[in-house]
């Protein structure tokens, strides 16, 4: 197998944000490293960050932020084209790559970087691999992504310069199809497009940008100790918890929603925990400003966990029975959802798009409607019931993949592009 020196692209990083997509992207680095030759990490980073400073000296476009781990400037990214013109920052990325003889560039995600980056570093590198890895929709919507339609909760099920129009008035349908032109011009300058669910694969098959696109499902490196339940709480059937981000596409209203439903209807019979914010970060989402009465009476049962150190999230996993995943848009591949499943809970989740994909219902957790709190307040009646359905759902998970399994395919579609 020829020598394998990588560069691994991403839009963040995960000591900024703690989006998935950027904590696969590191997790994978850090091993690519063990088990390639090389691996460098470049991750897109805004100018300004936490509460307005900046980590950039004047005229600065990439520092290091950690042994191989440089953080670059990205201002001259085009939301809308999903393009950068920041050629002087691409040079000083082939440059650093040129020193380390880099023969394997690998994009996860193109947001903040340029879907055109790839372009010009294979004009620099021509004998390279060339991989994306697609972490969501953004390349056929707009919309950050996520496939739902602008001030509303309404998913599309597919793309369309008018649909994307409407949308977005200010853009015309020209506009739109122009994107959707750069964005299949950009990607043929990946020899490899893979995608870790298959929803999100065939949803941009299906957009015409591209005929191929391999599954590679993620990895964790997350793993739960050995007796991962001794000495927990006998009524692990009655916990629930939220782990993410306080966004309004999570479905942390639908959660709160149901779990006041619940409570009123039932009693103090449940704990619903939320890892991820305090309470006035979740007031901040307009959906839940109306519940703060409700939140209030039930404090002693609605906890607010406030933020969490991701490396913790299994320990925090284990306190609760259930996980829950309310996420109201499509979504791709959830980390939560594996290190629920390392931590051997059960998954209540939308039954749509990625979920889907990674819970088996009935077998390892249960779906519920989409942005309905009344359906996700009966599945909790449901698993309230008793102790015996959490039992038959645990004793069914299986261990999740590891980011070693994960960076073997990748090698693998490195080593075929190489020869």
């Known amino acids: 197998m020829k020598t394998q020196r990588v560069a691994v692209l991403a839009h963040s990083h995960p000591a900024l944000t703690k989006g998935g997509g950027e904590i696969v992207a590191h997790r994978s680095f850090r091993h690519l490293q063990q088990v390639c030759d090389h691996a460098t990490l470049f991750t897109a980073v805004p100018l300004r960050v936490r509460s307005g400073n900046s980590i950039f000296s004047r005229d600065e476009r990439i520092v290091e932020y950690d042994s191989e781990e440089f953080l670059l400037q990205s201002d001259r990214y085009d939301d809308f084209l999903g393009t950068t013109d920041d050629w002087k920052l691409l040079d000083d990325i082939a ?59 309404l998913r599309c099920n597919r793309a369309s310069p008018i649909d994307c129009h409407l949308c977005f008035p200010e853009h015309s349908k020209e506009e739109f199809r122009l994107r959707s032109s750069l964005f299949e011009h950009f990607f043929a300058s990946f020899q490899a497009i893979t995608a870790p669910s298959r929803f999100l694969a065939e949803m941009i098959k299906d957009a015409g940008l591209v005929n191929d696109i391999l599954l590679v499902q993620n990895g964790t490196s997350c793993s739960a100790p050995e007796n991962v339940d001794h000495g927990c709480p006998i009524d692990l059937h009655a916990r629930f918890a939220f782990f993410g981000q306080t966004t309004p596409y999570k479905g ?8 006041v439903r619940i409570l009123e209807k039932l009693g103090s019979i449940a704990t619903f925990s939320i890892y991820g914010c305090d309470i006035a970060g979740a007031l901040r989402l307009p959906a839940i400003q109306s519940l703060a009465s409700s939140l209030n009476k039930w404090s002693g049962n609605i906890v607010f966990r406030g933020v969490y150190d991701p490396q913790s999230v299994i320990s925090h996993m284990q306190t609760c029975g259930w996980v829950v995943v309310p996420s ?92």
């Open 95 to 153: 440059s650093i790559c040129d020193k380390r003889k880099i023969n394997v560039f690998h994009f996860h995600h193109f947001f903040q970087l340029g879907v055109n980056a790839a372009a010009y570093l294979r004009s620099r590198f021509p004998h390279a691999a060339f991989v994306l890895t697609l972490h969501e929709f953004l390349s056929i919507c707009y919309q950050h992504g996520q496939m739902i339609r602008r001030n509303s909760r």
């Open 252 to 259: 942390l209203d639908v959660y709160l929603t149901a779990a």
């Open 328 to 419: 109201v848009w499509w979504e791709n591949s959830p980390i939560v959802i594996q290190e629920a499943f390392a931590a051997g809970r059960p998954v209540l989740c939308s039954g749509i798009g990625g979920m889907r994909e990674a819970v088996e219902h009935g077998r390892d957790g249960f779906y519920f409607r989409p942005d309905d709190p009344l359906d996700l307040s009966n599945t909790f009646e449901r698993c309230l019931a008793g102790p015996q359905t959490w039992s038959n759902l645990r004793a069914n998970i299986k261990a999740p993949r590891t980011i070693e399994i994960m960076n073997a395919e990748y090698v693998k579609i490195y080593s075929d592009i190489l020869g």
